[in-house]
């Protein structure tokens, strides 16, 4: 997702597209923590945590970055220039995204699920009522297709 024209626009700013891999990793959150209220470790932090935890064997998280050079300005590291909090700001924002998309993909699936059941048990429906001889195989079908030579009214089938 990296847009070359606001890359461009600021030549004095660092870019970074961040890939990184985590494999067999495990996590687990404490129930009460000091740090965090119970509401934001129940919305925040434990969907994230239970997507790592089902998604073992690799995690592939990718973010971009972008910090002005002047940043660097007086720094005597990573720490003191802000980077380390760009790059966990950026992580927890990939994170998040990860789990999302993996919700939308499970909504989508429960959608066509459904959808595809209800689509087979119409077809049942059709199907019963074409052995039982309470519908023409035709009949269900739109625009009234017909092979040639099928009767079209009701007069000439009785």
């Not at 495990?26 to 129940?42: D, E, F, G, I, N």
């Amino acid at each position: 997702m990296r847009n070359d024209k606001t890359a461009n626009t600021n030549p004095s700013a660092l870019t970074i597209d961040l890939n990184v891999s985590l494999n067999d990793i495990r996590a687990s959150v404490p129930l009460t923590t000091p740090h965090l209220s119970y509401l934001s470790s129940a919305l925040l932090i434990r969907p994230i945590v239970g997507y790592m935890n089902s998604h073992r064997t690799s995690i592939p998280v990718r973010c971009f970055l972008r910090m002005d050079i002047d940043d660097f300005n007086g720094a005597w590291n990573l720490y003191d220039s802000g980077i380390s909090h760009l790059v966990s700001e950026g992580m927890g924002e990939a994170f998040v995204r990860l789990v999302r998309d993996e919700q939308e993909r499970n909504r989508r699936l429960r959608l066509i699920g459904w959808w595809s059941i209800s689509t087979l048990a119409k077809e049942l429906v059709y199907a019963l009522e074409y052995v039982t001889g309470k519908r023409s195989l035709w009949h269900n079908y739109p625009g009234g297709v017909r092979p040639v030579g099928f009767p079209t009214s009701a007069a000439t089938l009785a």
